[in-house]
């Protein structure tokens, strides 16, 4: 049975005991977890990116993405606000863009 964010939300602040840091790194094990297959889709930031951190998991079983923020420092690494401020339902969209490039 597929299930909303907030309920996918709540198991995960229930079984990631390390916090939202835990869950946005992926240093947890799915089984455990026992929301079938979650597979990070994208991720940016990081040393030379910014200071916008996110990753963007997919629970492919309940055909939902979940996008985990944060800020990255060098001499800190990546901070989270919580995890209702840090995290957010959302899907992928299809963008056509222009760019102009040398020849």
């Known amino acids: 049975m597929k299930k909303t964010f ?4 709540d198991i995960l602040k229930e079984k990631c005991e ?4 835990q869950f946005a ?3 947890f094990d799915q089984e455990e977890i ?4 979650i597979k990070e889709v994208e991720q940016h930031g990081g040393e ?10 997919h629970f492919i079983e309940h055909d939902l ?7 990255y420092s060098s001499y800190h690494g990546t901070d ?7 995290c957010e339902e959302v ?12 020849k």
């Open 6 to 9: 907030q309920e996918i939300l």
């Open 18 to 21: 390390d916090g939202v840091s």
């Open 25 to 27: 790194y992926g240093d």
């Open 34 to 37: 026992g929301l079938g297959e």
């Open 48 to 57: 030379g990116e910014g200071s916008n951190w996110y990753s963007v998991k």
């Open 65 to 71: 993405y979940i996008k985990v923020s944060g800020w």
């Open 80 to 86: 989270f606000n919580g995890w209702e401020d840090s």
């Open 91 to 102: 899907k992928p969209q299809e963008k056509t863009i222009t760019v102009y490039e040398s």
